[in-house]
Antibody
Framework: EVQLVESGGGLEQPGGSLRLSCAASGFKLSMYAMSWVRQAPGKGLEGVAVIGASGSNTYYADSVKGRFIISRDNSKNTLYLQMNSLRAEDMGIYYC??????????????WGQGTVVTVSS | EIVMTQSPVTLSVSPGERATLSCRASQSVSSNLAWYQQRPGQAPRLLIYGASTRATGIPGRFSGSGSGTEFTLTISSLQSEDFAVYFCHQYNDWFTFGGGTQVDIK
């Protein structure tokens, strides 16, 4: 089955760190740029980070620049998001998403089920 | 950053009626605009990309139009499964989303 499955979310204190994973199955992750998108509770969607297919190019939203790192291991068909210096405003559901035609920016035709990040003391 | 503004915030429609949702960009995004449907507890589902191309498996009652800064999603005859939140998404410059339109049963 072609799917994306996120993991690694949970409860963390402000200032703490979490590492999210997104395991791809049914297709070769290496052929696609990939993104992380988040959704604060009861809110809309926000683009967080993008990584090119080879991993050479990465892009971040201003709100997470310098704190989050997107990476990938194509040999494991897995995408990652290292989240450091967590803030309350980082709370929400984090989705990994695959763009059409593998391009850096395009519509997302595949989404994971999401993993929940809670930041609270 | 390109700001996407959706209207209305909530739209109440009877089953079988037409629904028209709007999305405006703060600057031109050409035709690099997508629409998604999100049901409670689910991930977004791609409906339309390139402003007017239906994604694979999307019923013909969904249609998109527009270019530049003004876009419309039309659902020609609402079915029970269409009551959900709809987001627009520009991917012309980085990627940003609208705040969403909740389509409710009237």
């Amino acid at each position: 089955e072609v799917q994306l499955v996120e993991s690694g979310g949970g409860l963390e204190q402000p200032g703490g760190s979490l590492r999210l994973s997104c395991a791809a199955s049914g297709f070769k992750l290496s052929m696609y740029a990939m993104s992380w998108v988040r959704q604060a509770p009861g809110k809309g969607l926000e683009g967080v980070a993008v990584i090119g297919a080879s991993g050479s190019n990465t892009y971040y939203a201003d709100s997470v620049k310098g704190r989050f790192i997107i990476s990938r291991d194509n040999s494991k068909n897995t995408l990652y998001l290292q989240m450091n210096s967590l803030r309350a405003e980082d709370m929400g559901i984090y989705y990994c998403a695959r763009p059409l035609r593998g391009l850096i920016t395009h519509a997302f035709d595949m989404w994971g089920q999401g993993t929940v990040v809670t930041v609270s003391s | 950053e390109i700001v996407m503004t959706q209207s209305p915030v909530t739209l109440s429609v009877s089953p079988g009626e037409r629904a028209t949702l709007s999305c405006r960009a703060s600057q031109s995004v050409s035709s690099n605009l997508a629409w998604y449907q999100q049901r409670p507890g689910q991930a977004p589902r791609l409906l339309i990309y390139g402003a007017s191309t239906r994604a694979t498996g999307i019923p013909g009652r969904f249609s998109g139009s527009g270019s530049g800064t003004e876009f419309t999603l039309t659902i020609s005859s609402l079915q029970s499964e269409d009551f959900a939140v709809y987001f627009c998404h520009q991917y012309n410059d980085w990627f940003t989303f609208g705040g969403g339109t909740q389509v409710d049963i009237k």
